[in-house]
């Protein structure tokens, strides 16, 4: 494939802010499904809803990132 007079465009994926998070064994294990069955990771599904619970305790910041969509963001796209 010649991507010869095409334009890359590169992305960059934002800093995630990483932390432990202790949960019952039995709460993860119901969260794992629910992710699984709504196909999401864990960690996303978790982020979900925790962004639900802050926008509805109208405590969402204002200058969060939007979600992110499902699977690996693009390192490169050529048009």
Sequence with gaps: MTTEGTEA????V????????RLD????K???QWAEEDSRSLN????????????EA????TDAQPVR???RPPTVIYR
């Design 9 to 12: 465009v590169m992305y960059t």
């Design 14 to 21: 934002p800093a995630r802010k990483a932390m432990l998070l």
């Design 25 to 28: 064994p039995a709460v993860h």
């Design 30 to 32: 119901a969260l794992a």
């Design 44 to 55: 996303s599904h978790i982020e979900l809803l925790l962004r639900k619970d802050l926008t």
């Design 58 to 61: 109208d405590r969402m910041p």
């Design 69 to 71: 969509r499902p699977g």
